[in-house]
């Protein structure tokens, strides 16, 4: 059973003791796209976040068009945990995404499944640069277009032409701030990997 997203759960901190197997899934995609928004908004514990506040120095390296309210970035990963069943778990490592803390990746995909890359309309050309980053290192993905509300709303077979996707990687749309919108998107990632691994042992 799928514990609540969202909810405090502090006295929950470990894993249960039936809990046998983990699984790692990334988070990732370009600066300020809703990446720590969407690990919060799935994990069962409070996610450890690694936020630092943003200083003038980097207002000539990070674009705030679309976020002028930020004030904060991600200088290492946001790790959330959500538990599947009484048997598996499933940490969420949200990576940073300026490419100044692209370095950071290499440990990051060690050992995870697959990453979510989450897409923002307003600039969809910053995710190529990520799934750029994920292809070389030979990670699976799916495209999850954050639904901010001031961006502009196009059809997903414009956006998966845009973005130049090959056929079978899922694009959906989802809200990063709602539990439900967010858990679709991670279920798309899922089953698009279980569908890569049936299709290698065949």
């Known amino acids: 059973m799928v514990s609540a997203p969202g909810s405090d759960q502090v006295g929950q901190v470990y ?3 039936t809990v046998r197997a983990a699984v790692k ?3 990732v995609g370009h600066f300020a796209v809703g990446k720590t928004t969407f690990v919060g908004t799935l994990s069962e514990i409070r996610p450890l976040r690694t936020e630092e506040t943003m200083t003038q ?3 000539l390296i990070d674009d705030l068009a679309g976020s002028p309210d930020k004030t ?6 946001d790790f959330g945990r959500l538990t599947l069943s009484e048997r598996l778990v499933l940490y969420l490592f949200g ?3 300026q ?3 692209t370095s950071l990746w290499k440990d990051m995909l060690n050992g995870a499944l697959g990453a979510l890359v989450l897409a923002d309309t307003r600039r969809l050309d910053e995710s190529f640069d990520i799934m750029g980053l994920l292809e070389e290192h030979g990670m699976p993905y799916a495209v999850a ?3 901010f509300d001031d961006a502009p709303d196009f059809p997903v077979a414009e956006i998966r032409e ?3 996707l090959l056929p079978e990687t899922p694009l959906i749309t989802c809200d990063a701030r709602d539990a439900a919108s967010s858990t679709e998107a991670l279920i798309s990632l899922v089953e698009y990997l279980q569908t890569r691994t049936s299709q290698e042992h065949r």
Request: aromatic content about 4%.
């Open 15 to 17: 894993v249960s003791d």
């Open 25 to 27: 899934i990334l988070i």
């Open 57 to 59: 120095a980097s207002e």
């Open 72 to 77: 904060t970035t991600t200088v290492a990963m």
């Open 95 to 97: 990576a940073p995404g």
């Open 99 to 101: 490419k100044r803390f």
């Open 145 to 147: 277009v954050n639904q």
């Open 162 to 164: 845009a973005l130049d």
